[in-house]
Nanobody, 125 residues
């Protein structure tokens, strides 16, 4: 399995931007579809965005469409999430995730092969 380390979280004002990164170990990164999930206090983990192994297709939760962009660099074994126009309701711990299959926006947190450790994003109003 691939090991994942997420970074880039922090505190930002509403309307601001952050870029999350997820570094993968091993030489199998390009064998996995990748994605981001998030978990707010008192809530379950929810899908945010996903990208195919090659990066040719992406999928987003309706709540982030038009504001977030997922991308990957297979040469650098790194996944990214560019978050713009952040809202207080985007506050959560963000987790990167991997699975050999691209499920699109229907990717369930119960079907993840590997998780990153999570990075906190806090958006103040």
């Amino acid at each position: 399995q691939v090991q994942l380390v997420a970074s880039g979280g922090g505190l930002v004002q509403a309307g601001g931007s952050l870029r999350l990164s997820c570094a993968a170990s091993g030489r199998t990164f390009s064998s996995y579809a990748m994605g981001w999930f998030r978990q707010a206090p008192g809530r379950g983990r929810e899908f945010v965005a996903a990208i195919t192994r090659s990066g040719d297709r992406t999928a987003y939760a309706d709540s982030v469409k038009g504001r977030f962009t997922i991308s990957r660099d297979n040469a650098k074994n790194t996944l990214y999430l560019q978050m713009n126009s952040l809202l207080p309701e985007d506050t959560a711990v963000y987790y990167c995730a991997a699975h050999p299959v691209f499920f699109g926006s229907r990717w369930s947190p119960q079907i993840v092969a590997s998780w990153g450790q999570g990075t906190q994003v806090t958006v103040s109003s």
